[in-house]
């Protein structure tokens, strides 16, 4: 029987400190490969998300870029495409600093950032599409799914709220004290995926607390099977375009820090404004740093 081989990288990402930030794999030339073989790749891996690089449909893009997480393929998804994108900027010095890649949810546009030498040190890319509010959650419903109480949310601006720029979350502001305090329940998740969603086998909740234009963070999807992740960039996109929708202003710009609760501490840079057309559209970036290389043979 013949066999075939498949290189791939890992690295942190949202992070310039090795095993911070959020892990992921990076399959660079994954022509070949069934979507069978794509996913079970992704599951053994076992990081939050797994990509695989294709050549493109159009030769102006950089790439076709697919995302998998432990159990299905992703639209789009932020820590992939930034580590992705960091990835090819190393392999393909000749792509330049402004990448395209071809995905589920549309065109991703990624910014290589670089050091005085020219080396790629991370990017930032822009969200697929612009800010999508799907409607909103009881917060008697949410909260004990994160084990909390209603008392520990805060809805002043808004209340559980379903939004996506390429990839929907519920998002939930609760107090600072509460965010260390939340913990997954299974039984109540699967609940409430089921009653309010249609869906019993993904509700992704992102939880956050603000002070000024800092902000901390935690993302729960246990039921995708990701108890928790370390750096949720289509997470973090879309809440710098839902709190932009609730003012008035033209854009804003956050920090933000999630990981800290798992020890893979994160800082994520979060821009949103509006267009001409008034949609409001989001950008997330940071920095990236190599780990492991190898190659599978299947």
Do not use: K
């Amino acid at each position: 029987m013949t066999t075939r081989t498949f290189p791939y990288v890992t690295l942190d990402v949202f992070t310039d400190t090795r095993f911070g930030g959020n892990p992921l794999a990076v399959f660079t030339a994954a022509e070949g490969l069934s979507d069978a073989e794509m996913q079970a790749l992704a599951a053994e891996m076992n990081y939050s998300e797994t990509t695989f690089v294709l050549p493109p449909s159009d030769p102006a893009n950089t790439a076709r870029v697919r995302i998998f997480h432990r159990t299905a393929e992703m639209p789009f998804a932020g820590h992939p495409n930034v580590g992705t994108g960091y990835v090819l900027a190393g392999l393909r010095p000749e792509a330049g600093d402004v990448l395209r890649f071809e995905e589920i949810a549309g065109l991703v546009e990624i910014r290589i950032a670089r050091d005085a030498e020219g080396r790629p040190t991370g990017a930032e890319i822009d969200a697929p599409q612009p800010l999508q509010v799907l409607g909103t959650l009881p917060a008697e419903a949410i909260a004990p799914c994160i084990g909390l109480s209603v008392a520990d949310l805060v809805t002043n601006v808004h209340v559980p709220t379903r939004a996506s720029v390429g990839v929907d979350f519920v998002l939930v502001e609760v107090t600072a004290d509460a965010l260390s305090r939340a913990l997954p329940d299974i039984a109540t998740y699967r609940q409430v995926a089921e009653e309010h969603l249609g869906a019993g086998d993904r509700l992704s909740v992102f939880l956050y607390s603000r002070d000024g234009n800092q902000v901390r963070a935690r993302m729960f999807s246990p039921l995708s099977g990701t108890w928790e992740d370390p750096a949720t960039g289509s997470a973090n996109a879309a809440l710098g375009a839902l709190l932009l929708f609730f003012t008035e202003y033209d854009q804003i710009s956050y920090e933000v820090t999630q990981g800290v609760e798992m020890g893979r501490p994160s800082t994520l840079a979060v821009r949103a404004w509006r267009t001409a057309d008034g949609s409001i559209r989001a950008s997330v970036g940071g920095s990236c740093v190599p780990v492991l290389r190898g190659e599978a043979t299947l």
